[in-house]
């Protein structure tokens, strides 16, 4: 399977508690961090869920 790079490239203050949930389950804890997870539904769903706060690339 694929693998996706993805960086928090917003703020999480100020968000909705499960998007600041979301973020922190995949790993992302500050501007500019960004981590590699396998490419599944799940984790799709969790883009999409903060698809305004993250930028995601295909590894």
């Given at each position: 399977m694929?693998k996706?790079?993805i960086?928090l490239?917003k ?10 949930a ?11 961090k ?15 869920t903060?698809?305004y706060?993250?930028?995601?690339k295909?590894?």
């Amino acid at each position: 399977m694929a693998k996706l790079q993805i960086t928090l490239k917003k703020s999480l203050i100020g968000r909705k508690d499960n998007h600041i949930a979301t973020a922190k389950a995949l790993g992302l804890k500050t501007i500019g961090k960004s981590v590699e997870k396998e490419d599944n539904p799940q984790i799709r769903g969790m883009i999409n869920t903060i698809s305004y706060l993250i930028e995601v690339k295909e590894v």
